[in-house]
């Protein structure tokens, strides 16, 4: 067996502040609820990407779990990290980690990243604009055996 090339991603529209946007999902993951509006894919956050059982995590673990996943993902972006590459495509900046996995993270920020690339998916509210081109979540990319995410375009 050989290596596997894998990468994870989290994208924002050109020019937004990344700042902002750290605060702005702060402060949702403050209000987050059991079986709210985004329960569906935090659900799936905490069971597939964390490896927890939501079922027995109270409102205040979740918020905390989601808080510091947030924290800690902004980190290299904020920092900056020579294992983040940042480009920018079709009126988005996306920033991106990866390389050659043995069964493990490729990079030190990869697992960061991809809980923060999930969580920027999964707090998004849903809109109806047109997006530039189509974005799957961190986990379907990453996790092709244990199938896709809920509302992943790659399901359809």
């Known amino acids: ?9 989290v994208r924002f529209k ?6 902002k946007a750290k605060e702005e999902m702060l402060q949702i993951a403050k209000t ?3 079986k709210g509006e985004h329960w569906g894919k935090l659900e799936h956050f905490l069971d597939k990407i964390m490896g927890l059982d939501s079922e027995e995590l109270n409102e205040e673990e979740v918020r905390g779990l989601v808080s510091e996943s947030i924290i800690d993902g902004f980190e290299p972006l904020i920092e900056g ?10 009126g988005l900046v996306i920033y991106l980690t990866g390389g050659l996995s043995f069964g493990d993270d490729p990079t ?5 990243m991809r809980r923060l690339g999930y969580l920027r998916y999964a707090l998004e509210p849903e ?30």
């Open 127 to 156: 809109s109806d604009e047109d997006e530039t081109f189509t974005m799957m979540c961190p986990y379907c990319l990453n996790n092709k055996e244990d199938g896709h995410a809920p509302n992943c375009e790659r399901e359809k």
């Open 32 to 34: 987050l609820t059991v």
């Open 14 to 19: 050109e020019g937004q502040d990344i700042l």
């Open 81 to 90: 990290s020579r294992q983040v590459a940042t480009m920018a495509v079709g």
């Open 108 to 112: 030190d920020v990869f697992e960061t």
């Open 1 to 9: 067996m050989g290596a596997d090339m894998i990468y994870t991603a």
